[in-house]
């Protein structure tokens, strides 16, 4: 079905492409996002993020979109808006659409468990029938950004949609990428969204379509695509684990480190900051303190990089390499100090266990990936190894309650002055009963673990 489209859009472009040079297009029209005073890996502190289209495509044509398009499997029907700012799309009306929860998301290819998996043929129908309804609408809006602040680490983003108000969804989590970037991309991602379909989904993936009836997001890792229909677009929860996913082997193709935290800023130091998201919530004030509220952080030679775009604040696009990492766990037990100074191989430990108060959760993520957290866990402690970053443990929780933020602070900036409050040692019985439980987990569920301690 591509082949036939992308034929029939040859016929009628291909006089056009013989004479004209796409990437030359004239930039008359410039979109400018607003200048932030930012601290850069490499010492500067200033950053203009910048859009521009040419006339054509302000107005929905161009055969390069076009052409563009159709190797995507989608013909544009009658015009194609690209790129379109925020700003540009209010001016048209286009409203944020309310957050809508509830939304199924099925990933091939995850390896991480806790989503239903589908098969190649069910992700190809769905992909046949939503790029069929894209190319029958009369206008399609098409947006480029990327995951991850940093253009020397991140992945490239193309989103097709048949609503405005998909594209400002997809605004708000997106980085602006310069100009036709993802042209010279060697492994974009793509989203398409069909926010008008719902009919036919059940048929195609019959008892695992759950609750299709408000939407439904399905990604392929293998073939890079993220399919929402429906609400699925509203759902941007849904479309950060999904965007996570998929993002993750193309940042580590690039030698990047994806991982499940966040960048905390505490002074003029950042830190790599793993915590259980059920503590994150109840830590409300710890926002004001992180880059992102999202987790997400890919780690690479050159500094660091948050996910996804934030709405409170616009973090760099390169912050420093971690200053320091900060690992947060809940033992009621008191088996694990307040606050402990650990070697690489203890935090490779403790992040691949992901303790919280007898739960695990390997690296801290219970999302989907293509990454095994066994092979994450090697990365980070090879990071760590090199950078010979300091590495600390937290137990949030203080004899059967979980501390305050404030206090999480306090011991976060003890540990990063080196000073470490004196505690004293829980008896050796608790401590080797906790042992034995993340070796109880760790090796059911891997079977075989590298020489990490406790």
């Known amino acids: 079905m591509?082949?036939?489209?992308?034929?029939?859009?040859?016929?009628?472009?291909?006089?056009?492409?013989?004479?004209?040079?796409?990437?030359?297009?004239?930039s008359s029209s410039l979109s400018h996002q607003n200048a932030h005073w930012v601290p850069y890996a490499d010492g500067g502190c200033f950053v203009k993020a910048y859009q521009c289209h040419t006339d054509r495509e302000a107005d929905g044509s161009s055969y390069g979109l076009n052409w563009a398009l159709a190797c995507r499997g989608v013909i544009v029907k009658d015009k194609a808006f690209?790129?379109?700012?925020?700003l540009e799309l209010k001016k048209c009306g286009t409203i944020e659409a309310e957050q809508w929860s509830g939304v199924p998301l099925h990933v091939r290819g995850n390896v991480a468990g806790g989503t239903p998996n589908i098969s190649r043929a069910q992700f190809s129908k769905l992909l046949d029938l939503v790029s069929t309804h894209l190319s029958s609408v009369q206008n399609l809006y098409v947006q480029d950004g990327a995951v991850g602040s940093s253009p020397q680490c991140?992945?490239?983003v193309r989103v097709i949609a048949d609503s405005p108000s998909a594209i400002l969804s997809l605004n708000n989590i997106l980085w602006k990428r310069p100009y036709r970037a993802i042209s010279h991309d060697s492994c974009p991602l793509t989203v398409y969204v069909a926010s008008s379909i719902n009919t036919n989904v059940k048929e195609i993936l019959g008892k695992v379509s759950g609750q299709a009836s408000v939407g439904l997001a399905m990604a392929d890792i293998e073939r890079s695509s993220l399919i929402l229909c429906g609400k699925a677009f509203a759902s941007s929860g849904v479309i950060k684990d999904a965007l996570c996913a998929l993002a993750a082997p193309v940042l580590s193709a690039r030698a990047g480190i994806p991982l499940s935290g966040r960048l905390l800023v505490l002074h003029d130091s950042v830190n790599?900051?793993?915590?259980?998201?059920?503590?994150?919530?109840?830590?409300g004030g710890i926002q004001e303190n992180l880059i992102s509220n999202d987790t997400g952080t890919v780690i690479f030679s050159d500094g660091s990089a948050p996910?996804?775009?934030?709405?409170?604040?616009?973090p760099p696009r390169i912050l420093k390499k971690p200053a320091s990492v900060i690992l947060v766990s809940?033992?009621?037990?008191?088996?694990?100090?307040?606050?402990?100074?650990?070697?690489?191989?203890?935090?490779?430990?403790?992040?691949?266990?992901?303790?919280n108060d007898g739960k695990f959760v390997p690296a801290y993520n219970r999302a989907p990936s293509a990454v095994d957290p066994l092979a994450l866990a090697n990365s980070l402690l090879f990071e760590?190894?090199?950078?010979?970053?300091?590495?600390?443990?937290i137990n949030a929780n203080d004899g059967g309650k979980l501390i305050s933020c404030a206090e999480l602070i306090k011991l976060v900036k003890s540990a990063l002055a080196n000073k470490l409050p004196e505690r004293k040692a829980a008896p050796d019985p608790i401590v080797g009963d906790l042992k034995r439980k993340y070796k109880s987990f760790l090796l059911g569920k891997f079977l075989k673990l590298p020489e990490f301690t406790f």
Do not use: W
């Open 307 to 314: 996910f996804f775009a934030s709405k409170c604040s616009i």
């Open 272 to 283: 790599l900051f793993f915590a259980p998201e059920e503590i994150i919530k109840s830590l």
């Open 2 to 26: 591509r082949r036939a489209l992308a034929k029939q859009l040859t016929r009628t472009t291909r006089a056009h492409s013989r004479a004209t040079d796409f990437s030359a297009f004239p």
């Open 82 to 86: 690209y790129n379109m700012t925020s």
């Open 384 to 393: 760590l190894k090199e950078s010979n970053t300091p590495c600390f443990l």
């Open 154 to 156: 991140d992945a490239k």
């Open 330 to 355: 809940s033992d009621s037990t008191t088996a694990l100090p307040l606050v402990s100074q650990i070697s690489p191989g203890q935090a490779a430990y403790h992040f691949l266990a992901g303790y």
